[in-house]
């Protein structure tokens, strides 16, 4: 794994974590998640996003 790799993998999993808070702040508001979906920005309710995602990207 070289440097760039390692950045990568550090920031995928920051925006990760990220994620995982914004969902339990959100339900602790009771807030729904605004997202861009099929071309849309559509209203989420919190309590049905799953509570983890995780990205998978393409190497070169």
């Not at 009771?30 to 049905?48: A, D, Q, R, T």
Request: aromatic letters at 8%; a positive charge.
């Amino acid at each position: 794994m070289n440097k760039t790799d390692d950045t990568l993998d550090k920031i995928v999993q920051g925006l990760e974590e990220t994620y995982k808070k914004m969902v339990e702040f959100k339900k602790q508001k009771n807030s729904p998640l605004v997202v861009y979906k099929n071309g849309k920005i559509v209203e989420l309710s919190p309590f049905e996003a799953n509570p983890t995602t995780k990205y998978h990207h393409k190497s070169k």
